[in-house]
């Protein structure tokens, strides 16, 4: 193992914290394998991480298709002949209330989300075992713990990213698997551009709130590479939803008076529209 180059694979490589996390893995001299959807994107994506280590390749992968995430992992294996880390990234944002979200909306935010995620996660896992080592990394989000009203499908799928980390946890660690769950809050992306909601002023919204965080996906991608390396499983980055995280465990009465108090003012605002 001393003599190999190690591997990252990254779905929703080619922008956003998926792009930062390639740069990131290809400056400290890994091979980096990256997936997504759109292929011009990932083209430039794929030369910045050759201008880097030299040792990078892409693949156009939808995470809805297993057959074309188990060739893609293929692929890696007949390229360097393991894979280190994989990181489950890929996904779209969703907003809207319960009575107003289409099932369709529904159904295509677990495909990507959530079922993204079991498939990267079930393939990849399946040759770590046979290796004997190997950490799997699940973009979650803070969403995944705090439940704001009008997210049901987003938090819903995060939620169950975070229960699936946990499950993996302990099931996985007697094969030498390591797994982190990352749960950072809004950062400046182009998450807005997937968003899928009955609201048509939500994309507007989703890109005004990304735009105020104090940290940027470079710095998240930094704490993943951190993270990864001291094998710590629960990675929160954002320290203002960390404290709101803590509020929930420890102050429970606070935090559901203020989410109560957030309901009641998105109630008002759609009785005016």
Not at 45 to 66: F, H, I, N, P, W
Not at 107 to 131: A, H, P
Not at 259 to 267: N, T, V
Request: with cysteine; charged share 20%.
């Amino acid at each position: 193992m001393t003599n190999q180059v190690k591997t990252v694979a990254i779905t929703g490589g080619a922008s956003g914290l998926g792009k930062a996390m390639a740069l990131r893995y290809a400056r400290a001299g890994w091979g980096v394998a990256i997936a997504d959807i759109h292929e011009e994107r990932g083209a430039a994506t794929l030369q910045e991480l050759k201008d880097l280590c030299g040792d990078a390749c892409y693949q156009q992968v939808d995470v809805r298709d297993a057959s074309a995430v188990e060739a893609w992992r293929d692929t890696i294996l007949e390229r360097w002949g393991h894979i280190d880390v994989v990181i489950n990234n890929a996904g779209i944002a969703s907003h809207g209330g319960i009575a107003e979200s289409s099932l369709e909306d529904w159904e295509f935010t677990i495909d990507i989300n959530l079922m993204g995620v079991v498939r990267g996660c079930k393939l990849f896992s399946q040759v770590m075992k046979q290796q004997g080592h190997g950490h799997i990394v699940n973009i979650a989000s803070m969403a995944g713990l705090i439940h704001s009203p009008e997210m049901n499908s987003y938090n819903a799928t995060k939620a169950a990213v975070v229960a699936l980390s946990e499950t993996m946890l302990f099931e996985l660690a007697p094969f030498g698997i390591g797994i982190t769950v990352v749960c950072p809050g809004f950062f400046q992306t182009n998450l807005a551009e997937s968003t899928r909601s009955p609201d048509s002023h939500a994309q507007a919204h989703v890109s005004k709130m990304l735009a105020t965080s104090d940290i940027t996906a470079d710095d998240i991608a930094d704490q993943v590479f951190t993270a990864v390396a001291g094998n710590q499983f629960m990675l929160l980055p954002h320290k203002t939803y960390r404290n709101t995280w803590y509020w929930k465990r420890f102050m429970p009465s606070l935090y559901n008076n203020k989410m109560g108090q957030y309901g009641a003012k998105l109630a008002a605002m759609r009785r005016q529209t």
